[in-house]
């Protein structure tokens, strides 16, 4: 995993709202074959979103569609400067990567949640598979494929794997600075 994180983790640092909900608004895309689902109001200005992935297709985009839409309604989009602009693209590309992990590695995801809050956005992938994503080591950089994971730890100040003991399947999680 990941040392990079400034805090430890659960910990977002000062000013940490503390809240757990979900955010204000109602996600209005339109996924064919997947399932949003109405982010509920919350104190302390977390938002949540989440989308169900199971048996849709074209996963991979429509998960990066999704993070557009909830980056947009959470005023990350546009971007007005060039770093907010790569770091709505990070949070994006780490979707791409985690949706990617699970249809190769984990029989497809099941579910695809971001949660934002003023210092920190998280990214969710809930699976069935019982594999345990890793870094490829070494990592080559000048071969194709293994580079989702590494990818991941390079943009993230932390990123883990969740198991809930007797049950099928994990979460895999990742946690990216939101922009100042």
Known sequence: MSTTRPYP???RGPESS???GASEGAFEG???GAVPDAPSASSGGRQV????LDGASGVVPLARDFARQALYDWGWLPAATADRRAAAEDVLLVVSELVTNACLHAEGPDELLLA???KVIRVEVSDRGTG??????PHRAGRPGGHGMFIVQRLCLDWGVVRTPGA???TVWAELGAPA
Do not use: H
């Open 9 to 11: 983790p659960g910990d």
């Open 18 to 20: 503390g809240a757990s």
């Open 30 to 32: 339109a996924f064919e």
């Open 49 to 52: 979103r989440r989308v169900r």
């Open 116 to 118: 934002c809050d003023r």
């Open 132 to 137: 345990q994503p890793a870094p490829r080591t």
């Open 168 to 170: 099928a399947g994990k």
